[in-house]
């Protein structure tokens, strides 16, 4: 038996992704946005309305990064959503985070996230979509193996549910991709 | 301290997406995709290249489900990852995954995922993105709460980790969406 929930706009997990920008007095600023996801090989996509500093930003830079929150910063992931830097120009302040200018785009990093992909605007398609090449993906030390590779379970990245409003905390290994799918095969 | 990873198509958490059509015979198929998100309001988009049976699918019947993989079918997941309908038109079964017709488009809903986005095509844009229109969300009764509310902690849904290329579940609630935020604020 399944139950029909009409037309929502639901996908699980959903990301939480902190988009940082520079604004035209230098100074940097960071919203929450859930729709986004990979557009194709090295491009990802947002989905932002027009009126939010952020869009205006990354028209006039050409650049972003796109931080992932992870649990233990969920209050200024969320407040970062919450209030706009319209209103709040000072915003990251207040929420205690820091950035550091990405190497590689005229974008922020923000120092309490654990992985950033840092684009450049390759362009805001038909439909007004941002599309952003990424130009390179940096992780802090903290949620590196010993081999100097991501470890997802160190970084405690967030999942926005859209069906309940809440944030749940990616969680353990069950199984390896192109690889248990060859028990059937 | 960060490390730079260079270009990567990484995004975290990203989501293990079950696309399910059906084939010029009538027999359902289903491939698992990691490329796509929320595209706008109501509105899926999935990165799909042209030799997929699935994206032929699409273009014909001009619908698709998006069923959301989890933790009990990953084998089964990722089955359907690594075998071409094109070269195994029977993998659903083989796969042990049951469906039903949708009672919105005309596609296939796989019963052993907890939930499924019913799609029509709404378009391909102008970078061969496939964009649906969610004409319906629908969900197993045993992810349902008390209430018939989608009940996240029971589904087990999983994310793809394109770092290491395994698979994690979503995990427990870590927070309040437009709420814990108002702590700063």
Redesign the interface.
Known sequence: ???????????????VLIVATYGADGKPNAMNA????????????L?LSDDHATTRNILRTKAFT?N?AD?PN??????????SGNDVPDKLD??HLHTERS??VDAP?ITEFP?A?ECELAKV???G?I?GN????????RV?DAD?????GK?R?????S???????????????????????
């Open positions: 038996m399944r139950k029909n929930f009409g037309k929502k706009t639901w996908l699980f997990p959903c990301p859930a729709w986004g996801g990979i557009y194709d090989t090295n491009q990802v996509m989905c796109v992932f649990a969920v209050v200024a992931a969320d407040y970062v959503g919450i209030v207040r929420a190497g590689f990093v992985v992909l398609n038909e439909d979509i599309v990424i130009v390179n993906v940096s992780a802090d030390a590196l100097g590779n991501l470890d997802l970084a990245i967030i999942s926005y549910n069906a309940a409003h809440d944030y749940r905390v990616l969680g353990e290994k069950v199984g390896n991709a192109f690889s248990d799918g060859k028990k059937i095969k």
